[in-house]
Nanobody
Framework: QVQLVESGGGLVQPGGSLRLSCAAS????????MGWYRQAPGKQRELVAT???????NYVDSVKGRFTISRDNARNTVYLQMNSLKPEDTAVYYC??????????????WGQGTQVTVSS
């Protein structure tokens, strides 16, 4: 059993900042890639940022220079620091982890999502 629990969403004014956290727990042997995705109303879920266990990062163009993804491998936790937020960043943000369980099976897991609303 593996769980991903997100926190840190909320309401923020344009230009403000938020920090999302996602902690993975359970029968985890190794986590390869962790990432953040988002889904706005009426739109498909899109990749926001990913980070490998070695620290290599990837961002969607619309957040480059504003968002920073990081992870604490010892705590199986990934973070998303979001600065200079815009109304178009409003969405439900989902954590994702590509991992191997203690039973040797490799799976892709999702968190339950956390709402981020950017509005004045």
């Amino acid at each position: 059993q593996v769980q991903l629990v997100e926190s840190g969403g909320g309401l923020v004014q344009p230009g403000g900042s938020l920090r999302l956290s996602c902690a993975a727990s359970g029968s985890i042997f190794s986590i390869y890639v962790m990432g953040w995705y988002r889904q706005a109303p009426g739109k498909q879920r899109e990749l926001v940022a990913t980070i490998t266990s070695g620290g290599s990062t990837n961002y969607v163009d619309s957040v480059k220079g504003r968002f920073t993804i990081s992870r604490d491998n010892a705590r199986n936790t990934v973070y998303l620091q979001m600065n200079s937020l815009k109304p178009e960043d409003t969405a439900v943000y989902y954590c994702n982890a590509d991992l191997t369980t203690n039973w040797g099976t490799r799976h892709n897991y999702w968190g339950q999502g956390t709402q981020v609303t950017v509005s004045s």
